[in-house]
């Protein structure tokens, strides 16, 4: 985990991730081979989980998502320093798998991520697949406890797709999405699956109420060299014309694919307002 000085204020994706992105720009459809469930994924396995416990009341449990060649452990560390006592957070490590846009190198990821233009198709296997790792993290929360989810990069488009299940009450493939979210952050990623959204929630009457009344938080730099900024823009646009009605786009002069402190100030701010905590600490 990349730190400026001794305090950790800026993340990053592993070195050979950025390298390549730097050259090859990110797809705002997030895409990947394998669309329809057509080509056959190899079984894959979730890495460790790393909990922050609460350190006041719990009031609110959220699930955070690293991006593409990073684990929990760094966002845990970052997470805990946070103002924000009524928060457990729970940040697992996606499966380590071959990376088509990487030739087969295997990396740590929540999905497939090959042909890279905005016209690919999404990895929706690996998008259902960790949606449901998501949900079942979140399911054994207790009753009175507020949920969300949120990631960085590919765990930003992770958590925005789990969003999409929510309003659907269903994950792609059909099954029903179990998990009840109250709030969902996406830093630096972009939305899968953008394209077919729309016609998805529109004319069914929970989806619609469902989309109307998540809060959901986009931030991203405009100097991202990585998920240009212009696919976070277009993530806002889509899901407030797909019915999302609490939508809050927050966009940085000079940021790359990074945090910094004026950005997790808001990120605070916003959780604690939207997931009317009682405060943060001081």
Request: proline share 6%.
């Amino acid at each position: 985990m990349p730190f400026l000085g001794s305090v950790p204020l800026s993340i990053t994706i592993a070195g050979l991730v950025s390298a390549i992105f730097l050259g090859a720009k990110m797809s705002f459809t997030g895409p990947s081979v394998g669309s329809g469930g057509r080509t056959a994924r190899r079984l894959v396995e979730f890495g460790r989980t790393y909990v922050v416990r609460p350190k006041g009341k719990h009031q609110a449990t959220v699930v955070w998502l690293h991006g593409l060649g990073d684990n929990g452990s760094s966002w845990s560390q970052l997470l805990e320093t946070l103002p924000l006592p009524n928060i457990k957070w729970i940040c697992p490590t996606a499966p380590t798998q071959p990376i088509t846009v990487f030739g087969g190198f295997p990396s740590t990821a929540w999905f497939d991520v090959g042909d890279l233009s905005e016209d690919a198709p999404d990895d929706l296997e690996g998008l259902d697949a960790s949606a449901a790792h998501v949900a079942n993290l979140l399911s054994t929360e207790p009753a009175d406890i507020k949920l969300g989810v949120g990631g960085f990069s590919m765990g930003a488009a992770t958590a925005l797709y789990s969003a999409s299940c929510f309003t659907q009450g269903k994950y792609g493939n059909g099954n029903p999405y179990p998990a009840q979210l109250s709030a969902v952050v996406g830093l630096s990623g972009w939305l899968p699956c953008s394209k077919t959204l729309a016609n998805k929630i529109q004319g069914v009457d929970e989806a619609v109420r469902r989309a109307a009344s998540l809060p959901i938080l986009l931030c991203h730099g405009k100097a991202d060299d990585v998920v240009l900024y212009k696919f976070g823009e277009k993530s806002s646009r889509s899901l407030s014309s797909c019915g999302f009605q609490d939508v809050t786009f927050k966009s940085y002069n000079g940021l790359g694919h990074y945090t910094i402190p004026e950005e997790m100030d808001e990120f605070c701010t916003w959780l604690t307002s939207k997931l009317t905590l009682e405060g943060a600490s001081s």
